[in-house]
């Protein structure tokens, strides 16, 4: 916790998201290898959903049928996101056939920094 996060009380940190009340984010970015036809995208956009986001207690804001791109947080506030989170998301990313150029952003505080 930083120098400026002790001086405030519990009260003031969680209103501030400070200390243990840090919530962090991160992006993901992805390009289709061809032009994905609709149905083809809904079943990985699924088991997207489904394994690597609700599979780890995560929630994902984004999507997109030009272009895969979101932000990745923690479905639970103030629990720890961790790197190994977003390890596992990227993970399951470069292992898709349709998706290519996947990029994983860095852990943000996702009231503070933009992803």
């Known amino acids: 916790m930083s120098r400026a996060a002790h001086r405030l009380n519990r009260r003031q940190r ?18 289709y290898r061809s032009e994905p036809d609709r149905p083809a995208l809904y079943p990985m956009m ?21 272009a895969f ?7 639970v506030k103030y629990a720890p996101l961790g790197e190994h989170h977003r390890a596992s998301v990227g993970a399951w990313l470069e292992n898709q056939a ?16 933009s992803a």
């Open 14 to 31: 969680k209103k501030k998201h400070v200390g243990e009340f840090q919530e962090f984010c991160f992006a993901v970015d992805a390009r």
């Open 98 to 113: 349709l998706l290519e150029n996947v990029v994983v952003g860095p852990l943000v505080d996702a009231w503070t920094d």
């Open 69 to 75: 791109h979101g932000i990745v947080s923690l479905g």
């Open 46 to 66: 699924d088991a997207f959903i489904d394994v690597a986001i609700e599979g780890q207690g995560l929630v994902f804001g984004g999507g997109g049928t030009e």
